[in-house]
């Protein structure tokens, strides 16, 4: 391409644009000139209380503070260490005990459990598939790893999961490749806030068990379960987890699991893979081939990070304590989409399915231009996919997000009437 100096391409698109970034500037020099009360920056991935500042839980801060020198200083185990192993199973599966075999590795984020699992189960050239509305990583780790991202209609045009257009690619992808990975983004999806229901999931597995009567035929369902805490009653948002139990062994159930938004750990990269099998040696494989691609790309991860979750997990009372704060953190969130949503619906603002989450999507044409045009209110929202508007109300009060729905719709209005 003759674009680069010294570095070479390899299969990506690279073009150091960060559209995100950008609007996040705006947004900061706005609040220079008007004030803070008079901006709404919609556009950061994190949670932000009322006034604007990150939401830290006070009760995962105190545990880091408390650590010794030893807990950060010293390597930890290229596989996680094991009693960090044995809590991530409780943050998923709480009190529930899958059937079968299970396996962890550590993973920097749930950034690093996605790429160990698209290097470890698929070959280089393969399609990956997940929905059209996706999260935007999936493709730059596809891509890093010189794998394609293909996609199928999520919603159907009742807005429901469109059951047919994942099977329909499902099938179309499987008739080229003989393995894939389907990336499943599971409660409270980003960027559309949609949460797949029991029926939802029996459709996903029958379509996967379809394809796998064909024993040559290998499926990796990864569910990224990155918001799972932030989806409403934990034990209601994790039931999806017993259909992945005794699967055929030709479909595997991987889980991303991801400790920063749980634990407003952003930083501190925490995380894992997990599997879940009824064949033992599929679990030690997995564990196996894991171990190989962390030592290859990380060596080991955030010891400290690892710490504090088995600190939480082993202390009863400080769990109880840290799961109360971010009960209140959660509350807040799911305030601010009732809001967001009750104001769209009583002005019929078009936006895909929210059940919870950091994002709604509010779907129009020209989204770049009607993006600009709330500049003007103060109000900076991501365009996304050229057909709709990110809006995080992850980051914004709760009175901005009554406030915007009518914001958004005249500014819709104003651009696609010209
Ligand atoms: N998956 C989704 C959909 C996300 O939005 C995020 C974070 O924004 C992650 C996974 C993983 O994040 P991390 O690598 O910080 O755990």
Redo the contacts with the bound molecule.
């Keep these: 391409m003759g674009r680069f100096l010294m570095a070479e391409e390899n299969f990506r698109t690279i073009t150091g644009e960060d559209k995100i970034f950008g609007i996040n500037k705006k947004a900061k020099e706005m609040i220079e000139k008007v004030g803070k009360e008079n901006v709404a920056n919609a556009t950061v991935?994190s949670l932000l209380d009322e006034e604007g500042n990150l939401v830290v839980l006070s009760s995962v801060v105190e545990v880091l503070k408390d650590l010794n020198p030893l807990d950060y200083a010293e390597y930890a185990p290229i596989a996680g260490l094991p009693k960090f192993l044995e809590s991530v199973k409780k943050a998923v599966f709480m009190d529930y005990e899958p059937e079968g075999y299970i396996e962890a590795v550590a993973t920097?984020?749930?950034?690093?459990a996605?790429r160990n699992t698209i290097q470890n189960y698929t070959k280089r050239g393969d399609t990956i598939l997940t929905s059209d509305w996706y999260?935007s990583?999936y493709k730059t780790i596809t891509q890093e790893l010189e794998r394609k991202l293909d996609t199928y209609t999520l919603f159907d045009d009742n807005n429901n999961f469109n059951h047919a257009a994942f099977e329909n690619k499902l099938t179309e992808v499987m008739t080229q490749q003989d393995r894939i990975v389907v990336i499943i983004?599971t409660p409270s999806?980003?960027p559309t806030g949609y949460s797949l229901t029991l029926k939802d999931w029996d459709n996903v597995i029958n379509a996967a068990k379809k394809i796998a009567s064909d024993k040559t035929k290998k499926i990796v369902l990864l569910v990224?379960i990155?918001?799972i805490d932030f989806a409403g009653n934990a034990k209601e948002s994790r039931e999806f987890l017993s259909k992945l139990t005794n699967l055929p062994e030709n479909i595997l159930p991987l889980i991303?699991y991801?400790?920063?938004?749980s634990f407003t750990l952003?930083g501190m990269?925490g995380?894992a893979l997990i599997c879940m099998s009824p064949n033992k040696e599929i679990t030690d494989e997995f564990k196996l081939v894991n171990s190989f691609s962390c030592r290859a790309s990380w060596s080991n991860c955030n010891r400290s990070a690892m710490i504090t979750l088995s600190s939480i997990y082993e202390d009863a009372s400080l769990l109880n304590k840290v799961v109360k704060e971010r009960e209140v953190a959660q509350t807040m969130l799911l305030s601010r989409g009732k809001a967001f949503m009750d104001e769209a619906e009583k002005i019929g603002l078009s936006t895909c399915p929210y059940d919870a989450g950091f994002f709604i999507i509010v779907t129009c044409e020209n989204p770049e231009a009607v993006s600009e045009e709330l500049f003007k209110d103060g109000i900076f929202t991501v365009p996304f996919d050229n057909r709709g508007l990110r809006i995080s109300i992850a980051s914004i009060s709760k009175p901005w997000c009554s406030l915007l729905p009518e914001k958004i719709d005249k500014a819709i209005k104003k651009v696609n009437a010209k």
């Excluded at 991801?258 to 938004?261: D, Q, R």
Aim: aromatic share 14%; proline share 9%; no cysteine.
């Design positions: 991935g920097p984020g749930g950034t690093g996605i999260w990583p983004n999806h980003n990224d990155a918001y991303s991801s400790m920063s938004k952003y990269r995380g």
